[in-house]
């Protein structure tokens, strides 16, 4: 998993690249990943929260958002 710093509408944070597909409008076909505004660790002690993923601190999945690859949000 990609680590990125990712704005969630309100502040930049860390996050995580989840999944990337590809979105189609009209004629046209761009990427949209599925962010994840949490950083998963290795260690299990230094994570307060843990997911089918692994251990992590920050949001749950229920605050993930597909924003396209070219948005000015993912850095």
């Known amino acids: 998993m990609n680590t990125i710093d990712g ?5 930049w944070m860390k996050a995580t690249i989840i999944e990337v597909k590809e ?3 009209d004629d ?13 660790k ?8 843990k997911d089918e993923l692994g ?5 749950s999945k229920t605050q993930d958002e597909w924003i396209p690859w070219y948005s000015p949000r993912v850095a």
Do not use: L, M, Q
Request: with cysteine; aromatic share 18%; proline share 3%.
């Open 23 to 25: 979105a189609t409008t």
């Open 28 to 40: 046209r076909t761009y990427p949209i990943c599925s962010i994840g505004f949490r950083v998963y």
């Open 55 to 59: 251990n992590y601190d920050g949001w």
């Open 7 to 11: 704005h969630d509408k309100y502040k």
């Open 42 to 49: 290795e260690v299990e002690t230094s994570a307060t929260r």
